[in-house]
């Protein structure tokens, strides 16, 4: 077992304590009133430690660095106040034999108990020769970890679809978990996925005893509930027909749509415009780089800088219409109704960054 709560012992005041609480109900979606008994619930999973086991296959192991650069909460309060990490292969000190018998161990002694968190696809050509532990293939791992776990959670694209390592022509057959082990498995995606959705649903799984409420491609509605284009910064350039032609460029007046270099934001559900990257500074969008639908069982999808057929079809529309400020049939059945909202924020996002920029603020 990994003690790091021994080796990193801390104490946390109490106004810290419901600070946490409140930044987990904002993640998972939930009022203040949910705050009392978040805190509740974490200071009684605190007395018996979730145990979690992560395997990785074939994967970059990018979701791990994401998950380690979480910020509210810390991995580090997840990790030693909530969790008992049993065995992942990058963060664990053991290696080899010991750390084998570590997970064989952990399989018996919490068996029904424990959440297993798959990063990365399961090659299953040839019985799943291409990628082996231990002297075990990845696909039997995964198999007989997932046979006595509570839970089975895909993190990452690779773990829910298959992602990069499946890509055409896919010569090992890699899968996603749950294309392999069937069942209920909660989809993490993402290229890598954002460490507040993973925190979020291995959390609301620890206060609900339940896994949160899923979409038809098994990911956690709270996360993935909404399509990027909704909240587009960059919603009002779509609008009006002012598209990006050239990467670096700038259009007079207006945040260009990304939309005919590739942006797949229109057929792509996440929270990304909301809830930002990297301690939430930004998102690929708002730095000038169309949406490459990451989180959606299609990705990759190749070229990757072409704009998608129903986007196609709007442009075309833009460019042979007299009147560039009118709106395609499709322009209004992605939701008309919120395109002002949107343009809203987008104007909001883009005027405070270009205050920032003004004021010499990194």
């Known amino acids: 077992m990994i003690d790091l709560a021994r080796a990193l012992r801390k104490d946390i005041s109490r106004?810290?304590?419901?600070?946490?609480?409140?930044?987990?109900?904002?993640?998972?979606?939930?009022?203040?009133?949910?705050?009392?008994?978040?805190?509740?619930?974490?200071?009684?999973?605190?007395?018996?430690?979730?145990?979690?086991?992560?395997?990785?296959?074939?994967?970059?192991?990018?979701?791990?660095?994401?998950?380690?650069?979480?910020?509210?909460?810390?991995?580090?309060?997840?990790?030693?106040?909530?969790?008992?990490?049993?065995?992942?292969?990058?963060?664990?000190?053991?290696?080899?034999?010991?750390?084998?018998?570590?997970?064989?161990?952990?399989?018996?002694?919490?068996?029904?108990?424990?959440?297993?968190?798959?990063?990365?696809?399961?090659?299953?050509?040839d019985d799943g020769i291409y990628c082996r532990i231990g002297g075990k293939t990845f696909k039997s791992k995964v198999e007989e970890a997932a046979t006595n776990a509570a839970y089975v959670v895909a993190v990452g694209t690779c773990a829910s679809f298959g992602g990069i390592p499946a890509a055409d022509p896919n010569p090992t057959q890699c899968k996603g978990v749950a294309d392999v082990i069937g069942g209920t498995v909660v989809n993490i995606p993402g290229c890598p996925a954002h460490p507040d959705w993973i925190v979020g649903t291995i959390v609301s799984i620890l206060l609900f005893n339940k896994v949160p409420e899923l979409d038809k491609h098994g990911r956690p509605m709270p996360f993935f509930g909404k399509q990027i284009h909704e909240n587009c910064p960059r919603r009002g350039g779509y609008e009006q027909g002012r598209f990006i032609k050239k990467f670096g460029e700038e259009l007079p007046n207006i945040e260009g749509c990304?939309?005919?270099?590739?942006?797949?934001?229109?057929?792509?559900?996440?929270?990304c415009p909301h809830r930002l990257w990297n301690a939430g500074t930004n998102?690929?969008?708002?730095?000038?780089?169309?949406?490459?639908?990451c989180v959606e069982p299609s990705f990759p999808k190749l070229p990757l800088y072409e704009p998608i057929e129903e986007v196609a079809k709007f442009i075309e529309e833009s460019e042979a219409s007299q009147d560039q400020g009118s709106i395609s049939t499709f322009a209004a059945s992605l939701g008309g109704a919120v395109a002002g909202a949107a343009a809203g924020a987008g104007a909001v996002y883009f005027a405070g960054e270009k205050a920032r920029e003004k004021e010499g603020v990194e």
């Open 15 to 125: 106004r810290s304590f419901i600070k946490y609480s409140a930044t987990l109900a904002a993640m998972l979606g939930l009022s203040d009133a949910f705050v009392p008994k978040i805190a509740a619930a974490v200071e009684g999973m605190a007395n018996g430690k979730q145990p979690v086991i992560w395997l990785h296959g074939a994967e970059c192991t990018g979701c791990t660095v994401s998950f380690a650069n979480s910020h509210h909460p810390g991995v580090a309060e997840l990790v030693l106040d909530t969790l008992s990490l049993q065995y992942h292969e990058t963060l664990m000190a053991a290696s080899g034999h010991v750390a084998e018998k570590a997970l064989e161990e952990a399989m018996t002694r919490f068996k029904g108990k424990y959440i297993l968190v798959v990063e990365g696809a399961i090659p299953v050509k």
């Open 258 to 271: 990304m939309g005919a270099k590739g942006c797949r934001g229109p057929i792509t559900y996440a929270d």
């Open 283 to 293: 998102f690929c969008i708002a730095a000038s780089a169309p949406c490459a639908g």
